[in-house]
Protein backbone atom coordinates (compact mmCIF):
# COMPACT_ATOMS: atom_id res chain seq x y z
CA UNK A 1 0.00 0.00 0.00
CA UNK A 2 1.05 3.49 -0.47
CA UNK A 3 1.06 4.26 3.47
CA UNK A 4 3.21 1.35 4.67
CA UNK A 5 6.71 2.57 3.88
CA UNK A 6 7.67 -0.02 1.27
CA UNK A 7 6.96 1.94 -1.86
CA UNK A 8 11.18 2.77 -2.04
CA UNK A 9 12.69 -0.38 -3.18
CA UNK A 10 16.21 -1.22 -1.92
CA UNK A 11 19.23 -0.60 -3.66
CA UNK A 12 21.39 -3.78 -4.61
CA UNK A 13 23.74 -4.60 -1.70
CA UNK A 14 27.36 -4.96 -2.12
CA UNK A 15 28.64 -7.97 -4.21
CA UNK A 16 28.84 -11.51 -2.07
CA UNK A 17 31.98 -12.86 -3.52
CA UNK A 18 35.18 -11.10 -3.78
CA UNK A 19 35.37 -12.41 -7.83
CA UNK A 20 32.44 -10.73 -8.99
CA UNK A 21 30.63 -7.45 -7.76
CA UNK A 22 28.77 -4.69 -9.14
CA UNK A 23 29.18 -1.00 -9.51
CA UNK A 24 26.60 1.57 -10.54
CA UNK A 25 27.77 3.81 -13.66
CA UNK A 26 25.82 6.96 -14.44
CA UNK A 27 25.04 6.77 -18.00
CA UNK A 28 25.27 9.25 -20.76
CA UNK A 29 20.90 9.70 -20.41
CA UNK A 30 21.56 11.02 -16.97
CA UNK A 31 20.60 7.49 -15.25
CA UNK A 32 22.35 4.53 -14.09
CA UNK A 33 22.68 0.99 -14.52
CA UNK A 34 24.99 -1.65 -12.66
CA UNK A 35 28.12 -2.38 -14.50
CA UNK A 36 30.42 -5.60 -13.41
CA UNK A 37 33.74 -5.34 -12.05
CA UNK A 38 36.31 -7.75 -11.40
CA UNK A 39 37.40 -6.14 -7.87
CA UNK A 40 36.29 -6.23 -5.05
CA UNK A 41 37.85 -2.76 -3.29
CA UNK A 42 36.42 -0.92 -6.19
CA UNK A 43 34.31 2.15 -4.69
CA UNK A 44 30.45 1.71 -5.35
CA UNK A 45 28.27 5.15 -5.21
CA UNK A 46 24.98 4.53 -3.21
CA UNK A 47 22.45 6.46 -4.89
CA UNK A 48 19.51 6.70 -1.71
CA UNK A 49 22.24 7.16 1.01
CA UNK A 50 24.89 9.42 -1.18
CA UNK A 51 28.89 9.27 -0.72
CA UNK A 52 30.36 5.58 -0.99
CA UNK A 53 31.61 2.22 -0.02
CA UNK A 54 34.27 0.10 0.05
CA UNK A 55 34.69 -3.40 1.35
CA UNK A 56 38.62 -2.15 2.54
CA UNK A 57 38.56 1.42 3.15
CA UNK A 58 38.60 2.55 6.57
CA UNK A 59 35.10 4.54 7.77
CA UNK A 60 34.72 7.87 7.26
CA UNK A 61 34.43 10.46 10.06
CA UNK A 62 31.29 12.10 9.91
CA UNK A 63 28.86 12.58 8.18
CA UNK A 64 28.89 9.02 6.70
CA UNK A 65 26.81 6.80 5.04
CA UNK A 66 25.22 3.94 6.85
CA UNK A 67 26.35 0.82 7.46
CA UNK A 68 25.61 -1.81 4.79
CA UNK A 69 23.24 -3.78 7.05
CA UNK A 70 21.25 -0.06 7.21
CA UNK A 71 21.47 0.17 3.14
CA UNK A 72 18.14 -1.64 2.75
CA UNK A 73 16.19 1.75 2.85
CA UNK A 74 16.31 5.15 2.98
CA UNK A 75 15.77 5.56 6.91
CA UNK A 76 14.55 8.97 6.72
CA UNK A 77 11.32 8.66 4.50
CA UNK A 78 9.91 6.29 7.51
CA UNK A 79 10.73 8.57 9.74
CA UNK A 80 9.20 11.46 8.22
CA UNK A 81 6.18 8.79 7.66
CA UNK A 82 6.26 8.18 11.28
CA UNK A 83 6.72 10.96 12.75
CA UNK A 84 3.49 12.47 10.46
CA UNK A 85 1.54 9.52 11.92
CA UNK A 86 2.22 10.53 15.52
CA UNK A 87 1.19 14.19 14.73
CA UNK A 88 -1.97 12.71 12.93
CA UNK A 89 -2.82 10.55 16.88
CA UNK A 90 -1.86 13.84 18.66
CA UNK A 91 -4.19 16.51 16.47
CA UNK A 92 -7.07 13.73 17.26
CA UNK A 93 -6.54 13.23 20.74
CA UNK A 94 -5.14 16.67 21.91
CA UNK A 95 -6.71 19.12 19.04
CA UNK A 96 -10.49 19.14 21.06
CA UNK A 97 -8.63 20.71 24.19
CA UNK A 98 -5.83 22.50 22.03
CA UNK A 99 -6.86 24.64 18.91
CA UNK A 100 -3.57 25.21 17.85
CA UNK A 101 -3.21 21.65 17.59
CA UNK A 102 -6.85 21.59 15.61
CA UNK A 103 -7.38 21.81 11.94
CA UNK A 104 -8.41 25.33 11.28
CA UNK A 105 -11.07 26.38 10.93
CA UNK A 106 -11.67 27.96 7.43
CA UNK A 107 -8.59 30.73 6.96
CA UNK A 108 -5.27 29.89 8.49
CA UNK A 109 -2.74 27.35 9.04
CA UNK A 110 -2.24 24.78 12.25
CA UNK A 111 -0.27 21.73 13.26
CA UNK A 112 -3.35 19.75 12.26
CA UNK A 113 -3.45 21.19 8.58
CA UNK A 114 -0.04 19.93 7.78
CA UNK A 115 -1.00 15.69 8.35
CA UNK A 116 -2.62 15.60 4.89
CA UNK A 117 0.11 17.51 2.72
CA UNK A 118 3.33 15.26 4.18
CA UNK A 119 1.85 12.45 3.31
CA UNK A 120 1.06 13.26 0.14
CA UNK A 121 4.89 14.68 -0.01
CA UNK A 122 6.24 11.33 1.40
CA UNK A 123 3.99 9.17 -1.06
CA UNK A 124 5.88 11.68 -4.22
CA UNK A 125 9.16 10.88 -2.51
CA UNK A 126 8.77 7.42 -2.34
CA UNK A 127 7.41 6.80 -5.65
CA UNK A 128 10.70 7.90 -7.15
CA UNK A 129 12.27 5.28 -5.66
CA UNK A 130 9.57 2.59 -6.29
CA UNK A 131 9.76 3.81 -10.41
CA UNK A 132 13.53 4.26 -10.47
CA UNK A 133 13.61 1.25 -13.11
CA UNK A 134 11.03 0.60 -15.08
CA UNK A 135 11.10 -2.25 -17.42
CA UNK A 136 7.51 -2.43 -18.19
CA UNK A 137 5.49 0.38 -18.23
CA UNK A 138 1.75 -0.81 -19.07
CA UNK A 139 2.59 -3.13 -16.26
CA UNK A 140 3.57 -0.50 -14.19
CA UNK A 141 0.51 1.32 -14.90
CA UNK A 142 -2.07 -1.68 -14.43
CA UNK A 143 -0.65 -2.14 -10.97
CA UNK A 144 -0.54 1.52 -9.88
CA UNK A 145 -4.16 1.65 -10.73
CA UNK A 146 -5.10 -1.45 -8.87
CA UNK A 147 -3.36 -0.14 -5.78
CA UNK A 148 -5.46 2.79 -6.09
CA UNK A 149 -8.40 1.04 -6.59
CA UNK A 150 -7.85 -1.48 -3.25
CA UNK A 151 -6.95 1.70 -1.44
CA UNK A 152 -9.56 3.83 -2.35
CA UNK A 153 -11.94 1.31 -1.52
CA UNK A 154 -10.57 0.84 1.57
CA UNK A 155 -11.43 4.60 2.14
CA UNK A 156 -14.47 3.87 1.53
CA UNK A 157 -15.03 0.65 4.36
CA UNK A 158 -13.14 3.57 6.58
CA UNK A 159 -14.62 6.56 5.81
CA UNK A 160 -18.04 6.10 4.20
CA UNK A 161 -20.15 5.69 7.23
CA UNK A 162 -20.08 1.68 6.96
CA UNK A 163 -18.67 1.60 11.31
CA UNK A 164 -21.26 4.37 13.61
CA UNK A 165 -18.97 5.15 15.95
CA UNK A 166 -16.97 4.48 19.32
CA UNK A 167 -19.70 4.40 21.65
CA UNK A 168 -21.84 2.38 19.17
CA UNK A 169 -22.30 -1.37 18.51
CA UNK A 170 -23.93 -1.46 15.45
CA UNK A 171 -22.99 -0.44 12.10
CA UNK A 172 -23.46 -0.50 7.89
CA UNK A 173 -24.40 2.17 5.88
CA UNK A 174 -26.95 3.53 3.55
CA UNK A 175 -25.33 3.38 -0.08
CA UNK A 176 -27.67 6.52 -1.18
CA UNK A 177 -25.72 8.17 1.49
CA UNK A 178 -22.43 6.79 1.69
CA UNK A 179 -19.27 9.72 1.84
CA UNK A 180 -17.96 8.95 -1.39
CA UNK A 181 -14.47 10.73 -0.52
CA UNK A 182 -12.17 11.02 2.45
CA UNK A 183 -8.65 10.64 3.22
CA UNK A 184 -7.67 7.48 1.93
CA UNK A 185 -9.59 8.28 -1.44
CA UNK A 186 -7.83 11.27 -1.48
CA UNK A 187 -4.38 9.72 -1.22
CA UNK A 188 -5.16 7.12 -3.97
CA UNK A 189 -5.93 9.61 -6.21
CA UNK A 190 -3.03 11.70 -5.80
CA UNK A 191 -0.89 8.09 -5.94
CA UNK A 192 -2.97 7.35 -9.24
CA UNK A 193 -1.33 10.61 -11.30
CA UNK A 194 1.77 10.91 -9.87
CA UNK A 195 2.45 7.29 -10.48
CA UNK A 196 1.49 7.36 -14.22
CA UNK A 197 3.52 10.50 -14.58
CA UNK A 198 6.76 8.93 -12.97
CA UNK A 199 5.94 6.04 -15.25
CA UNK A 200 5.25 8.10 -18.57
CA UNK A 201 6.70 11.38 -18.12
CA UNK A 202 10.76 11.06 -17.77
CA UNK A 203 12.77 13.05 -19.99
CA UNK A 204 16.14 11.63 -21.04
CA UNK A 205 18.55 15.01 -20.45
CA UNK A 206 21.62 14.39 -18.36
CA UNK A 207 21.82 15.59 -14.71
CA UNK A 208 24.82 17.43 -13.66
CA UNK A 209 23.12 20.44 -11.87
CA UNK A 210 19.48 21.03 -9.71
CA UNK A 211 18.32 22.83 -13.12
CA UNK A 212 19.01 19.80 -15.19
CA UNK A 213 16.51 17.90 -12.95
CA UNK A 214 13.83 20.34 -13.81
CA UNK A 215 14.74 20.04 -17.35
CA UNK A 216 14.59 15.73 -17.39
CA UNK A 217 11.42 16.28 -15.95
CA UNK A 218 9.68 19.16 -17.44
CA UNK A 219 6.76 17.36 -18.69
CA UNK A 220 5.76 16.45 -15.00
CA UNK A 221 5.98 20.00 -13.91
CA UNK A 222 3.66 20.98 -16.60
CA UNK A 223 1.62 19.05 -15.41
CA UNK A 224 1.83 20.22 -11.87
CA UNK A 225 1.69 23.84 -13.03
CA UNK A 226 -1.67 23.20 -15.58
CA UNK A 227 -3.42 21.89 -12.10
CA UNK A 228 -2.65 24.94 -10.29
CA UNK A 229 -3.77 27.32 -12.70
CA UNK A 230 -6.83 25.17 -14.02
CA UNK A 231 -7.69 24.97 -9.85
CA UNK A 232 -6.95 28.30 -9.48
CA UNK A 233 -8.99 29.47 -12.21
CA UNK A 234 -12.36 27.37 -11.19
CA UNK A 235 -11.80 28.14 -8.02
CA UNK A 236 -11.96 32.27 -8.58
CA UNK A 237 -14.08 32.20 -11.83
CA UNK A 238 -16.65 30.32 -11.40
CA UNK A 239 -20.19 31.45 -10.70
CA UNK A 240 -22.01 30.16 -7.73
CA UNK A 241 -25.64 30.22 -7.48
CA UNK A 242 -28.31 30.39 -4.97
CA UNK A 243 -28.72 26.71 -3.58
CA UNK A 244 -30.87 24.78 -0.52
CA UNK A 245 -30.00 21.83 1.66
CA UNK A 246 -32.07 19.50 3.93
CA UNK A 247 -31.31 18.02 7.20
CA UNK A 248 -32.81 15.88 9.47
CA UNK A 249 -33.73 17.29 13.01
CA UNK A 250 -35.39 15.71 15.92
CA UNK A 251 -38.28 13.28 15.41
CA UNK A 252 -37.20 12.42 11.53
CA UNK A 253 -38.19 15.67 10.69
CA UNK A 254 -36.44 17.67 7.27
CA UNK A 255 -35.60 20.92 8.26
CA UNK A 256 -35.14 22.99 4.48
CA UNK A 257 -32.07 26.00 4.44
CA UNK A 258 -31.95 28.57 1.71
CA UNK A 259 -28.29 29.95 0.84
CA UNK A 260 -28.31 33.25 -0.98
CA UNK A 261 -24.91 33.30 -2.92
CA UNK A 262 -24.68 34.49 -6.67
CA UNK A 263 -21.41 35.32 -6.70
CA UNK A 264 -17.91 34.72 -8.33
CA UNK A 265 -14.66 34.06 -6.67
CA UNK A 266 -15.91 33.95 -3.10
CA UNK A 267 -13.62 31.88 -0.87
CA UNK A 268 -15.60 31.29 2.61
CA UNK A 269 -17.52 28.63 3.79
CA UNK A 270 -20.98 29.56 2.27
CA UNK A 271 -20.48 29.96 -1.81
CA UNK A 272 -17.17 28.68 -2.80
CA UNK A 273 -16.75 26.84 -5.86
CA UNK A 274 -14.95 23.91 -4.43
CA UNK A 275 -18.52 23.17 -2.54
CA UNK A 276 -20.57 23.60 -5.36
CA UNK A 277 -18.78 21.27 -7.79
CA UNK A 278 -18.95 18.32 -4.94
CA UNK A 279 -22.66 19.06 -4.49
CA UNK A 280 -23.04 18.89 -8.28
CA UNK A 281 -20.66 15.52 -9.20
CA UNK A 282 -21.16 13.80 -6.04
CA UNK A 283 -24.04 14.42 -4.38
CA UNK A 284 -24.69 17.06 -1.31
CA UNK A 285 -25.87 13.86 0.50
CA UNK A 286 -22.64 12.17 -0.32
CA UNK A 287 -20.45 14.79 1.52
CA UNK A 288 -19.36 14.94 4.92
CA UNK A 289 -21.86 15.93 7.10
CA UNK A 290 -19.93 17.57 9.99
CA UNK A 291 -17.90 20.63 8.19
CA UNK A 292 -15.03 22.03 9.74
CA UNK A 293 -16.74 25.56 9.38
CA UNK A 294 -19.36 24.28 11.73
CA UNK A 295 -16.38 26.12 14.84
CA UNK A 296 -16.12 29.27 13.04
CA UNK A 297 -17.38 32.21 14.70
CA UNK A 298 -20.17 32.55 12.40
CA UNK A 299 -21.67 29.21 13.64
CA UNK A 300 -20.39 28.61 16.77
CA UNK A 301 -20.74 30.51 20.19
CA UNK A 302 -17.88 28.80 21.48
CA UNK A 303 -15.50 29.19 18.59
CA UNK A 304 -12.19 27.54 17.39
CA UNK A 305 -14.58 24.97 18.95
CA UNK A 306 -17.85 23.33 18.09
CA UNK A 307 -21.18 25.12 20.36
CA UNK A 308 -23.99 25.98 19.88
CA UNK A 309 -25.63 28.06 17.04
CA UNK A 310 -25.41 31.72 17.57
CA UNK A 311 -28.76 33.26 17.09
CA UNK A 312 -27.86 35.29 13.96
CA UNK A 313 -25.55 31.78 12.41
CA UNK A 314 -25.63 31.76 8.75
CA UNK A 315 -28.05 29.39 6.82
CA UNK A 316 -24.95 27.65 5.50
CA UNK A 317 -23.90 26.57 8.74
CA UNK A 318 -24.90 23.03 9.33
CA UNK A 319 -24.85 22.18 5.05
CA UNK A 320 -22.40 18.85 4.50
CA UNK A 321 -19.22 19.93 3.21
CA UNK A 322 -16.16 17.50 2.11
CA UNK A 323 -12.88 18.84 3.33
CA UNK A 324 -11.26 15.81 1.08
CA UNK A 325 -13.90 16.93 -1.94
CA UNK A 326 -13.33 16.11 -5.59
CA UNK A 327 -12.26 19.28 -6.82
CA UNK A 328 -9.68 20.20 -3.62
CA UNK A 329 -7.92 17.04 -4.66
CA UNK A 330 -7.01 18.75 -8.03
CA UNK A 331 -4.01 20.44 -5.49
CA UNK A 332 -3.54 17.53 -3.22
CA UNK A 333 -1.93 15.91 -6.71
CA UNK A 334 0.16 18.42 -7.28
CA UNK A 335 1.39 18.15 -3.68
CA UNK A 336 2.51 14.73 -4.47
CA UNK A 337 4.02 15.82 -7.93
CA UNK A 338 6.07 18.37 -5.96
CA UNK A 339 6.97 15.25 -3.43
CA UNK A 340 8.12 13.15 -7.12
CA UNK A 341 10.70 16.17 -7.70
CA UNK A 342 12.09 16.01 -4.11
CA UNK A 343 12.77 12.51 -4.82
CA UNK A 344 14.13 12.78 -7.93
CA UNK A 345 17.42 14.64 -6.14
CA UNK A 346 17.56 11.49 -4.52
CA UNK A 347 18.19 9.23 -7.64
CA UNK A 348 20.34 12.04 -9.58
CA UNK A 349 22.52 13.39 -7.05
CA UNK A 350 25.31 11.17 -4.65
CA UNK A 351 26.73 13.89 -2.20
CA UNK A 352 25.00 14.94 1.05
CA UNK A 353 25.05 18.64 0.53
CA UNK A 354 24.24 18.48 -2.87
CA UNK A 355 20.57 16.52 -2.14
CA UNK A 356 20.36 19.19 0.95
CA UNK A 357 21.16 22.12 -1.02
CA UNK A 358 18.58 20.77 -4.00
CA UNK A 359 15.87 20.63 -0.54
CA UNK A 360 16.18 23.99 0.90
CA UNK A 361 16.38 26.17 -1.97
CA UNK A 362 13.16 24.86 -3.37
CA UNK A 363 11.44 24.43 0.42
CA UNK A 364 12.21 28.12 0.50
CA UNK A 365 11.27 29.70 -2.45
CA UNK A 366 7.43 27.51 -2.19
CA UNK A 367 7.15 29.12 1.61
CA UNK A 368 8.62 32.76 0.29
CA UNK A 369 5.48 32.41 -2.71
CA UNK A 370 2.81 31.24 0.12
CA UNK A 371 2.95 33.79 2.35
CA UNK A 372 3.47 36.39 -0.02
CA UNK A 373 0.04 35.22 -2.18
CA UNK A 374 -1.60 35.18 1.35
CA UNK A 375 -0.75 38.61 1.98
CA UNK A 376 -2.22 39.90 -0.77
CA UNK A 377 -5.58 38.10 0.28
CA UNK A 378 -5.31 34.42 -1.60
CA UNK A 379 -5.10 33.41 1.86
CA UNK A 380 -3.73 29.66 3.12
CA UNK A 381 -6.87 27.41 3.20
CA UNK A 382 -6.93 24.04 4.02
CA UNK A 383 -10.53 22.67 3.18
CA UNK A 384 -10.25 24.38 -0.44
CA UNK A 385 -6.48 23.22 -0.53
CA UNK A 386 -5.95 26.83 -2.02
CA UNK A 387 -2.28 27.53 -3.91
CA UNK A 388 -0.98 29.29 -0.78
CA UNK A 389 -1.56 26.34 1.30
CA UNK A 390 -0.40 23.97 -0.98
CA UNK A 391 2.95 25.61 -1.82
CA UNK A 392 3.18 26.64 2.26
CA UNK A 393 2.96 23.28 3.21
CA UNK A 394 4.98 21.63 0.45
CA UNK A 395 7.65 24.20 1.95
CA UNK A 396 7.78 23.15 4.88
CA UNK A 397 7.64 19.12 4.09
CA UNK A 398 10.58 19.66 2.21
CA UNK A 399 12.71 21.66 5.04
CA UNK A 400 11.46 18.59 7.26
CA UNK A 401 12.71 16.03 5.45
CA UNK A 402 16.11 17.86 4.66
CA UNK A 403 16.33 18.05 8.59
CA UNK A 404 15.45 14.37 8.68
CA UNK A 405 17.38 13.05 6.33
CA UNK A 406 20.64 15.15 7.64
CA UNK A 407 20.14 13.50 11.45
CA UNK A 408 19.02 10.22 10.50
CA UNK A 409 20.69 9.38 7.23
CA UNK A 410 23.89 11.97 6.78
CA UNK A 411 24.95 11.47 10.62
CA UNK A 412 23.14 8.00 11.59
CA UNK A 413 21.45 9.06 14.43
CA UNK A 414 19.27 6.26 14.25
CA UNK A 415 18.34 5.68 17.97
CA UNK A 416 16.48 8.55 18.91
CA UNK A 417 14.31 7.92 15.91
CA UNK A 418 13.72 4.04 15.97
CA UNK A 419 10.49 4.34 17.68
CA UNK A 420 9.25 6.76 14.31
CA UNK A 421 11.13 4.41 11.97
CA UNK A 422 8.82 1.51 13.16
CA UNK A 423 5.43 3.86 12.85
CA UNK A 424 6.66 4.71 9.42
CA UNK A 425 6.96 1.35 8.39
CA UNK A 426 3.55 0.49 9.81
CA UNK A 427 1.79 3.61 8.83
CA UNK A 428 -1.50 2.24 7.45
CA UNK A 429 -1.66 -0.38 10.00
CA UNK A 430 -1.59 1.95 12.62
CA UNK A 431 -4.00 4.62 10.99
CA UNK A 432 -6.74 1.82 10.04
CA UNK A 433 -6.25 0.45 13.84
CA UNK A 434 -5.76 3.68 15.63
CA UNK A 435 -6.85 6.59 14.00
CA UNK A 436 -10.13 5.35 12.12
CA UNK A 437 -10.86 3.92 15.38
CA UNK A 438 -10.92 0.38 14.35
CA UNK A 439 -8.85 -0.90 17.45
CA UNK A 440 -11.76 1.30 19.80
CA UNK A 441 -14.49 0.12 18.07
CA UNK A 442 -13.23 -3.43 19.26
CA UNK A 443 -12.03 -3.03 22.31
CA UNK A 444 -15.55 -1.15 23.09
CA UNK A 445 -17.35 -4.75 21.99
CA UNK A 446 -16.28 -6.11 25.11
CA UNK A 447 -17.69 -5.12 28.30
CA UNK A 448 -18.71 -5.93 31.78
CA UNK A 449 -22.95 -6.19 32.05
CA UNK A 450 -24.04 -3.06 30.16
CA UNK A 451 -22.37 -1.91 27.01
CA UNK A 452 -21.34 1.20 28.94
CA UNK A 453 -18.58 -0.54 31.23
CA UNK A 454 -15.95 -0.80 29.12
CA UNK A 455 -11.92 0.60 28.81
CA UNK A 456 -13.39 2.63 26.16
CA UNK A 457 -15.99 4.64 28.05
CA UNK A 458 -13.23 4.96 31.03
CA UNK A 459 -11.33 7.66 28.25
CA UNK A 460 -11.44 11.55 29.51
CA UNK A 461 -13.15 12.21 26.00
CA UNK A 462 -15.14 10.45 23.77
CA UNK A 463 -13.09 10.24 19.96
CA UNK A 464 -15.97 10.37 17.20
CA UNK A 465 -16.04 8.34 14.10
CA UNK A 466 -14.80 10.50 11.18
CA UNK A 467 -12.81 12.93 13.47
CA UNK A 468 -9.56 11.31 12.91
CA UNK A 469 -7.16 12.35 10.30
CA UNK A 470 -10.19 13.32 7.97
CA UNK A 471 -8.39 16.33 7.02
Not at 17 to 46: F, I, K, N, W
Not at 55 to 65: D, H, Q, V, Y
Not at 326 to 351: D, P, R, Y
Not at 416 to 436: D, F, N, Q, R
Request: include cysteine; charged fraction near 20%; aromatic fraction near 10%.
Amino acid sequence: MVMDGNAGAPLPGPASTPALCCRQRRTAMGGYELVRSDDAAVTTPDLEFGGSTSSKAEPLPPPRPPSPAARQRLVSLDVFRGITVLLMIIVDDVGGFLPALNHSPWDGVTVGDFVMPFFLFIVGVSLTLAYKRVPDKLEETKKAVLRALRLFCLGLVLQGGFFHGVRSLSFGVDITKIRLMGTLQRIAIAYLVAAICEIWLKGDDDVNYGLDVLKRYRNQLFVGLLLSVMYTVLLYDIYVPDWEYQITGPGSTQKSFFVKCGVRGDTGPGCNAVGMVDRAMLGIDHLYRRPVYARTKECSIDSPENGPLPPDAPSWCQAPFDPEGLLSSVMAIVTCLIGLQFGHVIIHFEKHNERIINWLIPSFSMLAVAFSMDFIGMHMNKPLYTLSYTLATAGASGLLFAAIYTLVDMYGFRKPTISMEWLGKHALMIYVLVACNILPMFVHGFYWKEPKNNLVSSRPSEVHWNQSMKR
